[in-house]
């Protein structure tokens, strides 16, 4: 009877440990917490969180899939900004499902501007902030008084807010680059026509109209950002929509 009930222990000892390691096998996904301020002095500033969770085979690399995602959310932000003025945005922010900007600059923007109601332009700042578990924390935590990761990503960049809620349209100004299409257009053709176009086309951020001249018909330029204006009596052009960035 004792033999018996020593190998019944023993057999409960081996399943658990077996139920043990298939947990400990399985896959499984962690992330930390990413939120991206962008603050402006004296103002409200706007916060939004987002995860990338990463998938390592066990829960012994638990605190790995953390380290990566910490990575991945850094890399995500930093290379956004860097191309802040496209509709894409990088491959890492896209493995979480929640991360909140398309269009960096623009939606950025908007936001500031509609949190701070009645400013025309200001500088702000955008930072990431990455907590939760160990491997969260900043690779320098050793070096640092806040072991957290706290990023600076830009300082002191201007936004301009426009107020008035038609587009802005210049007459003798154009938007050189960030075309992504453009073509002649038929005799006749106004810059009215132009705009037009633009505001059917979700791609189109902002347009140039150029006028005809010795024999060249009018053409349009329909762009996926906003360009600097620059003076030339040539041309006429527009942005779409109530905010300027």
Same mark, same amino acid.
């Given at each position: 009877?004792?033999?018996?009930?020593?190998?019944?222990?023993?057999?409960?000892?081996? %399943?658990? %440990?077996?139920?043990?390691?298939? @947990?400990?096998? +399985?896959?499984?996904?962690?992330?930390?917490?990413?939120?991206?301020?962008?603050?402006?002095?004296?103002?409200?500033?706007?916060?939004?969180?987002?995860?990338? /969770?990463?998938?390592?085979?066990?829960?012994?690399?638990?605190?790995?899939?953390?380290?990566?995602?910490?990575?991945?959310? %850094?890399?995500?932000?930093?290379? !956004?900004?860097?191309?802040?003025?496209?509709? #894409?945005?990088? !491959?890492?922010?896209?493995?979480? *499902?929640?991360?909140?900007?398309?269009?960096?600059?623009? &939606?950025?923007?908007?936001?500031?501007?509609? +949190?701070?109601?009645?400013?025309? @332009?200001?500088?702000? #700042?955008?930072?990431?902030?990455?907590? *939760?578990?160990? *491997?969260? &924390? !900043?690779?320098?935590?050793?070096?640092?008084?806040?072991?957290?990761?706290?990023?600076?990503?830009?300082?002191? $960049?201007?936004?301009?807010?426009?107020?008035?809620? &038609?587009?802005?349209?210049?007459?003798?100004? #154009?938007? /050189?680059?960030?075309?992504?299409?453009? $073509? #002649?257009?038929?005799?006749?053709?106004?810059?009215?026509?132009?705009?037009?176009? =633009?505001?059917?086309?979700?791609?189109?951020?902002?347009?140039?109209?150029? !006028?005809?001249?010795?024999?060249?018909?009018?053409? =349009?330029?329909?762009?996926?950002?906003?360009?600097?204006?620059?003076?030339?009596?040539?041309?006429?052009?527009?942005?779409?929509?109530?905010?300027?960035?």
């Amino acid at each position: 009877m004792k033999l018996q009930r020593v190998f019944k222990a023993g057999a409960i000892g081996l %399943l658990a %440990l077996a139920a043990l390691t298939a @947990t400990a096998a +399985a896959d499984i996904s962690r992330s930390c917490r990413g939120t991206i301020t962008i603050s402006t002095a004296g103002g409200t500033s706007v916060r939004n969180s987002f995860t990338i /969770p990463v998938t390592v085979p066990n829960r012994a690399y638990a605190n790995r899939a953390r380290e990566r995602s910490r990575d991945a959310m %850094l890399s995500c932000v930093r290379e !956004h900004w860097n191309m802040r003025m496209s509709s #894409n945005r990088p !491959h890492w922010c896209n493995n979480g *499902g929640d991360y909140p900007y398309q269009a960096f600059s623009q &939606e950025m923007t908007a936001a500031i501007c509609a +949190a701070n109601p009645g400013r025309q @332009t200001f500088l702000v #700042n955008v930072g990431l902030d990455i907590t *939760g578990k160990k *491997g969260c &924390e !900043h690779p320098d935590a050793s070096a640092r008084n806040n072991v957290w990761g706290a990023y600076t990503i830009a300082r002191d $960049y201007r936004v301009w807010c426009w107020l008035d809620p &038609e587009p802005e349209v210049r007459q003798g100004w #154009n938007l /050189p680059g960030r075309d992504y299409r453009y $073509y #002649n257009m038929p005799a006749g053709a106004t810059a009215d026509d132009c705009a037009e176009d =633009c505001a059917s086309d979700s791609r189109c951020e902002a347009w140039t109209y150029k !006028h005809p001249a010795e024999g060249n018909p009018p053409m =349009c330029f329909l762009k996926d950002s906003v360009p600097d204006w620059n003076r030339d009596a040539r041309f006429v052009s527009g942005i779409k929509g109530t905010v300027l960035y």
